[in-house]
Every structure is written in C-alpha cells, then in structure tokens.
C-alpha cells in the first residue's frame, strides 16, 4: 500500500488562491508507477465528490463542472508530486480535500476514462481542510 500525504490546506478569503500538493513518502518508488491520480473533496452531510483528475504519463487531465476554468491539476514528475492549484475559490469549495491513486494492474474501466468513483482508488490521503471565508 502507497501512503499518500496532502500539504498546503488552510483558510483562504472567496476569490482567493490555494495550492495543494500530494505525495507518496511511504513508497520508494513514490509516484513513479501511480499512472492515475485525483482530488476528491467532501464536506459534512455531503458524498465524496471528485474534483480534478488526472494520467500522469500523458498530463490529461478532467475537471468536474463546478471547478472547471479555476481549478488545475499539474505534476512535477522529478519531484513525484501532484498538485491542485485552486483559484477564484467559493465558500461552496470549503470542504476535506483528498489526494487519491491507483496503481497497476488497472481493471478494464481505467482504460475507458479519467473519471472514477472514489472506491475505485486504492491509496488515498488522510485529508486536508480547505475553508473558504465569505
């Protein structure tokens, strides 16, 4: 199991900017052979929901509806990180975000699309708090 670990979480103003970063200390390999990563996010009293996606060998990348055109999902393949930078960010944005992974063998479903379930990933971050003030 690859333990993920997400920084950079904390409390920003409506309109506002943040950057997330995620990465896989307790794996040597790190991010190396983690082909498809995401953010998911959760608030109380509402599902997981999955924010940006990304494969890491070719840099495509997905966004739900209620981040596109202020959301970015990047890497630093040197650094084996993942990123999510979060601009012109809502009070709606507040939530728990998770950093999630899923290595090789892929089932069938990973070949179809970037998007997936969040049972679908197999390593995950613990969270990090995201709050957006009015």
């Known amino acids: 199991q690859v333990d993920l670990v997400e920084s950079g979480g904390g409390s920003v103003q409506a309109g506002g900017s943040l950057r997330l970063s995620c990465t896989a200390p307790?794996?040597?390999?790190?991010?190396?052979?983690?082909?498809?990563m995401a953010w998911f996010r959760q608030s109380p009293g509402k599902e997981r929901e999955g924010v940006a996606f990304?494969?890491?060998?070719?840099?495509?990348?997905y966004y739900a509806d209620s981040v596109q055109g202020r959301f970015s999902i990047s890497q630093d393949r040197a650094k084996r990180m993942i990123f999510l930078e979060m601009n012109n960010v809502k009070v709606e944005d507040t939530a728990t975000y998770y950093c999630?992974?899923?290595?090789?063998?892929?089932?069938?479903?990973?070949?179809?699309?970037?998007?997936?379930?969040?049972?679908?990933?197999?390593?995950w971050g613990q969270g990090i708090q995201v709050t957006v003030s009015p």
């Open positions: 999630a992974a899923e290595g090789p063998p892929y089932g069938a479903s990973w070949y179809a699309g970037l998007i997936h379930k969040a049972d679908e990933y197999t390593y």
């Open positions: 990304i494969y890491l060998r070719g840099d495509t990348t």
């Open positions: 307790g794996n040597t390999d790190g991010l190396a052979y983690l082909y498809y």
